[in-house]
């Protein structure tokens, strides 16, 4: 079960996520599993290099909300390890279903620099969270292989909103670009013993309203080396056709896009991908150099989860993204079942919303006229989906547990129907000893 609860409405172990994190045991080598139930969580949030193995969970990703509003730029700026909303010190850290949120870049839609996360340490996991801002949304380790993996994210920004350096993967992730032209999605700076660099696989860039009219680049490069690479990339956005802006203050080795295809699933033309990069010196002349512009087939192959994040510890993050399968639901005799599900380490069951608790049980109390689901929770916190019978709402499973025969399905305003519709119904049946009673079932 979970080693300690957040809730802002009080009715968890602490009402803040600093306040979990300053309580949770230092030099940890197992997980430590903090789940956070819906709300917003206003504050900095630090994680020390002597807490690894932190595993933050969300109850639902866009109703757990973790803001602050600080800016690294302009009049009053701090410094990006302090001015983050959520800096990430420690290796072996884990977010799932939640959002980070730079309030001052996601409300205004504009710069300075305001970062929503900073992450320094090694082998992060990042899966079905949202991040937003506008400039700086995310700056990543400086330490040249150090990773991370963000799965099934949403990425929100305008100018370098991905930067710095690392191993970094990032996979089936939405990029949102909430500036309408003169963007830059990425702003690598990259040592020359950086191995893999960005990873984008699998991902989609859109932008609100029509995305054809938002245009943006691929990335700039800030300094040193940048190696960044797009694979099976969805572009609803327009992507200048020499998709990468020529000049900042480093010089790509490879930056490269593979099989992008735009809205409608036609393949984009590379043919024009800039390949030669420049940058000038204090005394105003500039120096140039080449960068590889294109993957083949083969190459784009190499570009496995393993290949890029397994290292010398044989780290393994898309096995720990995976959730368990999700509980089959039953109602019985005013109690919610289920089987046992393979990996499970307990079950959360919530009820219209609102979290009821966690068991080791397969079964739960049930009480008519509520919207229930449950779901399983593996051995690093993550969720399971809510399983297809996880709420009251199959005629025949009313008929099976109640010996009880259906005449006829009302709305709640006394219109007979056919079928359950979505929300609260009135169902009349006769029972087992052929009275008339009427249930209250929801869909």
């Known amino acids: ?67 602050d509003d600080r800016l690294c730029g302009g009049d009053n700026a701090v410094h990006v390890s302090v001015g983050a909303t959520v800096v990430v010190n420690a290796n072996d850290c884990y977010f799932d279903n939640l959002t980070l949120e730079n309030s001052w870049g ?31 949304t995310w700056i990543t380790p400086s330490t040249s292989n150090y990773r991370v993996y963000a799965k099934d994210c949403f990425i929100e920004g305008a100018v370098d909103f991905i930067y710095n350096s690392g191993n970094i993967y990032i996979d089936n992730t939405t990029l949102y670009i909430n500036r309408k032209s003169g963007g830059y999605i990425v702003a690598p700076s990259h040592a020359s013993d950086v191995k893999w660099g960005y990873v984008f696989m699998n991902c989609r860039i859109t932008a609100p309203g029509n995305p054809a009219e938002t245009d943006v680049w691929l990335g700039r490069p800030w300094h040193n080396s940048p190696k960044t690479v797009f694979i099976n990339t969805i572009a609803e956005v327009t992507i200048p056709a020499k998709g990468w802006y020529p000049t900042m203050g480093g010089l790509p080795v490879l930056w490269a896009d593979y099989n992008t295809m735009d809205a409608n699933g036609n393949p984009v033309d590379l043919s024009q991908r800039e390949d030669t990069y420049y940058y000038t010196k204090d005394d105003g002349s500039k120096v140039y150099g080449k960068a590889k512009n ?88 993550s969720l399971s989906g809510a399983g297809k019978q996880s709420q009251p709402d199959a005629l025949p499973q009313v008929q099976e547990t109640q010996s009880a025969q259906v005449l006829a399905i009302y709305t709640l305003g006394g219109v007979e129907v056919k079928e359950l519709q979505e929300g609260l119904n009135i169902v009349k049946m006769m029972d087992a000893d052929n009275k008339i009673v009427y249930r209250k079932i929801m869909k």
């Open 294 to 381: 294109y993957l083949t087939a083969e190459e784009a192959a190499q570009y496995t989860v393993k290949n890029v994040l397994s290292g010398s510890d044989n780290w393994q993050p898309a096995l720990m993204t995976e959730s368990c399968a999700n509980p089959e639901v039953r109602i019985n005799a005013g109690h919610l079942e289920w089987e046992a599900v393979p990996y499970a380490i307990c079950y959360l069951v919530s009820r219209n919303g609102e979290v009821l608790g966690f068991t080791t049980d397969c079964s739960y109390p049930y009480e008519d006229g509520y919207q229930y689901k449950v779901q399983a929770v593996n051995e690093y916190g």
């Open 106 to 136: 996601h409300d205004k839609q504009a710069g300075p620099q305001a970062l929503a996360l900073n992450t320094s340490g090694d082998r992060t996991i990042f899966k079905n969270v949202a991040m937003l801002s506008y400039q700086d």
């Open 1 to 67: 079960v979970f080693d300690a609860v957040i809730a802002a409405d009080g009715s968890g172990d602490f009402t803040s996520v600093q306040a979990a994190i300053d309580a949770a045991p230092a030099g940890r080598a197992t997980p430590w599993l903090i789940f956070i139930k819906n709300g917003e969580y206003k504050g900095h949030v630090n994680i020390p290099a002597n807490k690894p193995y932190l595993h933050f969970i969300g109850q639902e990703r866009d109703k757990v909300i973790i803001t």
